[in-house]
């Protein structure tokens, strides 16, 4: 008989965007499958881990680090960022100028951190808050937007009633996994 050991995996994916977008609710509906209504502001930064078994023999830790909004373009953010495989840019749907800054944000990683490969970090565009009705920002504006500035992908999220919360991510993990 053997054994086949396979080691253990540890992503590090960052979570930015501008506050009130809706970062903290997003981390915690995936990993602990809950939603509270009162906004409490991120202070610094919460970790949280979560761990997937992915297939018969691998598991694989994510750590999802969740920054609080006023951090954003100080130096602070390179010691968030360093060493992160994976980003997710998140904006709310009913909030324009969130949209806007979510370059920013995207310029932010690129000019800072990139993968051990040189490789810029797979970063995925999330427009959350997809169950409130008065958006502010169309489909088509986001889908030109995502391949105009590289990112991996797209998709409306809500943390609230849990759409596309999973499948987002495991489209993120599937990216981390092929930058190896
Ligand atoms: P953060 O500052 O980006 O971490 O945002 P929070 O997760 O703290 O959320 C900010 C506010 O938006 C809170 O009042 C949340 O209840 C609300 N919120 C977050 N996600 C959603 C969502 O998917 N739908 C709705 N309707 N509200 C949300
Ligand atoms: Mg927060």
């Not at 694989?60 to 951090?71: F, N, R, S, T, V």
């Not at 797979?122 to 427009?127: E, F, I, N, T, V």
Request: aromatic share 10%; glycine share 4%; hydrophobic share 35%.
């Amino acid at each position: 008989r053997k054994t086949v050991i396979v080691p253990e995996k540890l992503y590090k994916v960052i979570i930015i965007g501008d506050p009130t977008v809706g970062k903290t609710s997003y981390v915690q509906r995936y990993v602990q499958n809950s939603f509270k209504k009162d906004y409490k502001g991120t202070v610094g930064v919460d970790f949280a881990l979560k761990v997937l078994q992915w297939s018969d023999h691998q598991t694989l830790k994510l750590q999802l680090w969740d920054i609080a909004g006023q951090e954003r373009f100080t130096q602070m953010t390179r010691v968030y960022y360093k060493d992160a495989h994976g980003c997710v840019i998140m904006f709310d749907l009913t909030n324009k100028n969130s949209f806007i800054n979510t370059l920013k944000w995207k310029n932010d990683v690129d000019e800072k951190c990139q993968l051990s490969n040189g490789n810029p970090i797979p970063c995925m565009l999330l427009a959350n808050k997809c169950d409130l009705p008065h958006r502010q920002v169309e489909q088509m504006e986001i889908e030109t937007f995502y391949k105009e500035h590289n990112f991996i992908g797209w998709t409306e999220v809500s943390a609230k009633e849990g759409l596309m919360v999973e499948d987002s991510m495991k489209f993120m993990v599937d990216m981390m996994m092929k930058q190896e």
